[in-house]
C-alpha cells in the first residue's frame, strides 16, 4: 500500500438521531434493571417506611415515560426526507438494492464471503432488525402502560388502551412483557457484538460515529443508483 | 326531592312485584328488627355501594317503602358456594335478607317444594312477573352437545337460562362460574362451560364474580335496584363500579410493606409472621380488581390475603387458567414445561445469543477478511 488512502467522511447520525440513540440505551437499560427487581424483589427495606420498591417502580416509570418519547421522536424525525434518518432507510428489503446489500452482509456473516460490507449509513441487515425492536417496543409500550393504568381504571390512558385488555389478560400482559424484554436484552448483545466487529472490519469509525455522528469510508461510489447523497449535509437527490 | 323520588321508586317497585304486600319496613318491625339495627344496615349497605354517608337516609326511606321485589334464583354447574356465602350472610342475616328483603320464590337449595311443585313455582313466578323479576344465576352453562351435560327436571341449563334470563328484569350472575364460567370452564373444559353473558346474549346482566361472591355485593345490588330503580354503574366486565372498580393492590392493607420492598419469602418466616406484603409468594391482587380489602368477608371479619394466604385473583376472567399458578406471579409459558418459566427460558434465549456471538468474535478474529480499502482498488 504505497499510495495513501482516501477516506471519505460523511454526517451519518444526525444530533437528534444521537440523542435518541443514547436516551434509548439509558432508558432501557434502568428499565430492565428496575423491571428485573419489580418482577424478582431481591432488594428489601429496612422498616414500612423505605419505599424501596416504590422507588424502583417510580424509575421505571420514568424511563418507560422516557423511552416512549424518545422512540415516538425518532419516528416523527426519520418523516424528514434525509438520507442516513429518513423512513426510507429502515426499509431495504423493499428495494433490490437493498435486498442484494443484505445478502452481501449475511454472506459475511456466515462467513460464506471474505468481502466485508462497507455501509456508509444503516447496515441493511441491523436496520431491518431495528424494525422488529421497533415492533416489540411498541409491544412493551401497550403491555406496559396497559398495566400501569391498571391503578386508574375508567382513566384517560385506561380507556385509550382498552383494546389491550380485551385482547390479553393482566397475567398474560405481566408474561409478554417479560418475555420482551428478554427479546430486547437479546437485540442488545447482538447490536453491541456487531458494532464491535464492523468497527474492526469496516475501519469506517463504526462505534464513535455515534458520539461523533461521523463515518468514514474509502469507498469509491457509496450509494445504490438513484440515491445520491451530500458529503456532509446528507440530502436525497432522486435521479429519475 | 328524595322522598319524590323514592316514593316514585316505592310505586314502580309495586308495579314491578304486582302483588299487594307489606313494604320492608313494616316487615322488618312486625319481625322485631329494631329501627338502630335496621338504620346501621342502611348505613353498611351505602358504604358498600361507595355512596357518601349523606346518602343513608335516602336509602333508609327507599327500603322503608318499597315491597319485595320477586327474585328466582338458578342453580347449573356450581357447588352452591355462593348460596352458602349468602345464607351465612351476617349482614343482612338470613331472616332480613331471604325473607324480607327479597321474596325468593325459587331456590333449589332452600326451597320446600320438590320436584313437580318446585316446577310449577318457577313457570308460575316467570309468567305472572315476566319482565319484572329479578333472576340470580349460580354456576356455568355447559354448551358442548346442546348443553345435555348440565340438566334440571329434564330441560337442559342452556334452555332454561334463555328462558328464565330472557324474560326477567334484570340478571345477576353470582359468582365467577356464572360470570364467566369459572372452575368448570378452565382447559380442557370438558363441557364447554360458559357464563350467563355468553350463553344469553342481549340479556341484562350484572356479573358479580368472586368465588364465592361477597354476599354483601349481592345484598348492595339488590338495594341499590330498590333505592334507584335501576341497575348499578357497570363495567366492561359487566360488574357494578362500585365493588370491582378499584384493584386489590392499590386498596391492600398489606401495600405498605410492598413499597417498602419489605415480602414474605418462604411460608412462615418472620415476615410471614409480622404481615409482609404476599407478592414473592405468587399473589394476583395486582392483577385482580375486587372490594375485598375493604368489604371482606364473613361480617367484615376477613379475606384471604388479611389471613396470610396470597390473592388467587377468584374474580377475574378466564380464572382459573389465566391466574395460575396460585403460588406464583407469572403465568407459564405456554408450550413449555411447568418449571419453565417466561425468566429462565430469556435468560437461556441471552446466554444463547451471547455464547454464538462469542463463537462468531472468536472465528472472525482468526479469519482475515478483505479490508474495504482493497476492495476500493479493486472497483
Redesign the interface.
Known amino acids: 500500500?504505497s499510495e495513501p488512502?482516501i477516506f471519505k467522511r460523511y454526517y451519518v447520525w444526525q444530533l437528534p438521531v444521537r440523542i435518541c440513540h443514547w436516551v434509548n440505551a439509558l432508558s432501557i437499560l434502568l428499565l430492565s434493571i428496575t423491571g428485573f427487581l419489580i418482577?424478582?424483589?431481591v432488594?428489601?427495606?429496612s422498616?414500612?417506611?423505605?419505599?424501596?420498591?416504590?422507588w424502583?417502580r417510580f424509575i421505571h416509570f420514568v424511563a418507560g415515560y422516557a423511552l416512549i418519547i424518545s422512540v415516538i421522536s425518532r419516528l416523527l424525525w426519520s418523516l424528514n426526507d434525509h438520507c442516513f434518518s429518513g423512513w426510507r432507510e429502515y426499509f431495504p428489503f423493499l428495494t433490490k438494492e437493498g435486498r442484494a446489500e443484505i445478502l452481501v452482509m449475511l454472506k459475511?456473516?456466515f462467513?460464506i464471503d471474505?468481502?466485508?460490507p462497507?455501509a456508509v449509513g444503516h447496515n441493511p441487515l441491523a436496520v431491518t432488525a431495528y424494525v422488529g425492536l421497533f415492533l416489540i417496543f411498541f409491544g412493551m409500550f401497550a403491555s406496559g402502560f396497559a398495566l400501569y393504568a391498571?391503578?386508574a381504571?375508567?382513566g384517560v390512558m385506561a380507556t385509550a388502551l382498552?383494546p389491550v385488555?380485551?385482547l390479553m389478560?393482566?397475567?398474560?400482559m405481566?408474561?409478554y412483557h417479560?418475555?420482551g424484554?428478554?427479546?430486547i436484552?437479546?437485540f442488545v448483545?447482538?447490536h453491541i457484538?456487531s458494532v464491535?466487529?464492523l468497527d474492526?472490519?469496516?475501519?469506517?469509525g463504526e462505534i464513535t460515529s455515534i458520539f461523533s455522528g461521523y463515518k468514514y469510508?474509502?469507498?469509491?461510489?457509496v450509494f445504490s443508483e438513484g440515491k445520491e447523497c451530500d458529503e456532509n449535509g446528507c440530502f436525497i437527490r432522486v435521479k429519475k | 326531592m328524595s322522598s319524590n323520588k323514592s316514593s316514585n321508586v316505592s310505586e314502580k317497585t309495586e308495579q314491578i312485584s304486582g302483588k299487594q304486600e307489606f313494604s320492608i319496613g313494616e316487615i322488618l318491625k312486625k319481625r322485631g328488627v329494631s329501627r338502630r339495627d335496621f338504620l346501621k344496615f342502611c348505613s353498611a349497605m351505602t358504604a358498600a355501594m361507595s355512596l357518601p354517608a349523606s346518602f343513608a337516609p335516602t336509602v333508609a326511606q327507599a327500603l322503608d317503602e318499597v315491597k319485595r321485589p320477586t327474585l328466582v334464583w338458578l342453580n347449573f354447574q356450581d357447588c352452591t358456594g355462593d348460596s352458602e356465602a349468602l345464607l351465612r350472610a351476617a349482614n343482612p342475616t338470613v331472616g332480613e335478607l331471604i325473607l324480607d328483603i327479597l321474596s325468593v320464590d325459587y331456590h333449589e337449595t332452600i326451597m320446600a317444594a320438590a320436584g313437580h311443585q318446585a316446577d310449577e313455582a318457577l313457570e308460575s313466578t316467570i309468567t305472572k312477573y315476566k319482565g319484572k323479576y329479578i333472576c340470580v344465576v349460580e354456576g356455568s352453562i355447559s354448551m358442548k352437545d346442546g348443553g345435555v351435560y348440565g340438566c334440571t327436571s329434564g330441560k337442559t341449563h342452556l334452555e332454561i337460562a334463555r328462558r328464565v334470563c330472557g324474560s326477567a328484569f334484570a340478571t345477576i350472575a353470582i359468582g365467577t362460574c356464572a360470570a364467566y364460567g369459572g372452575i368448570a370452564a378452565a382447559i380442557p373444559n370438558p363441557t364447554g362451560a360458559v357464563g350467563v353473558r355468553d350463553a344469553v346474549p342481549g340479556a341484562t346482566i350484572i356479573n358479580l364474580p368472586g368465588c364465592p361472591c361477597n354476599a354483601d355485593n349481592l345484598t348492595a345490588t339488590v338495594v341499590h335496584y330498590l333505592v334507584f330503580g335501576k341497575i348499578p354503574a357497570l363495567?366492561?366486565h359487566g360488574r357494578p363500579?362500585f365493588a370491582y372498580?378499584?384493584?386489590i393492590h392499590?386498596n391492600c392493607e398489606r401495600r405498605?410493606?410492598?413499597?417498602?420492598?419489605?415480602?414474605v419469602e418462604i411460608w412462615g418466616d418472620e415476615g410471614h409472621r409480622k404481615g409482609f406484603c404476599l407478592?414473592?409468594m405468587g399473589c394476583?391482587g395486582?392483577?385482580t380488581?375486587h372490594n375485598c380489602p375493604t368489604q371482606r368477608y364473613n361480617e367484615k371479619t376477613s379475606w384471604p390475603v388479611a389471613a396470610g394466604h396470597p390473592c388467587a385473583?377468584c374474580s377475574?376472567?378466564?380464572f382459573w387458567d389465566?391466574?395460575g399458578p396460585m403460588y406464583k406471579?407469572?403465568?407459564n409459558?405456554p408450550g413449555f414445561g411447568i418449571e419453565h418459566t417466561?425468566?429462565k427460558?430469556?435468560?437461556g434465549?441471552?446466554v444463547g445469543?451471547?455464547a454464538a456471538?462469542a463463537v462468531?468474535?472468536a472465528?472472525?478474529a482468526l479469519?482475515?477478511?478483505?479490508?474495504?480499502?482493497e476492495?476500493?482498488k479493486e472497483?
Not at chain 1, 422498616?47 to 416504590?54: A, L, N, R, T
Not at chain 2, 405498605?256 to 415480602?263: K, T
Request: proline share 7%.
Open positions: 500500500m488512502l418482577g424478582y424483589p432488594i428489601a427495606g422498616s414500612p417506611q423505605s419505599f424501596v420498591m416504590g424502583v459475511f456473516y462467513f471474505r468481502k466485508t462497507d391498571e391503578h381504571p375508567g382498552k385488555y380485551l389478560s393482566t397475567q398474560t405481566h408474561l417479560h418475555i424484554m428478554w427479546l436484552i437479546c448483545i447482538n457484538y464491535w466487529l474492526i472490519k469496516e475501519k469506517g469510508t474509502t469507498k469509491v461510489h | 363495567d366492561s363500579l372498580g378499584k384493584r392499590d405498605p410493606h410492598f413499597d417498602a420492598g419489605q415480602y407478592y414473592k394476583k395486582p392483577a380488581f385473583g377475574e376472567p378466564q389465566a391466574m406471579r407469572l403465568p409459558v417466561a425468566d427460558i430469556g435468560l434465549m441471552a445469543v451471547g456471538f462468531h468474535g472465528i472472525s479469519r482475515k477478511d478483505k479490508d474495504p480499502a476492495k476500493t472497483d
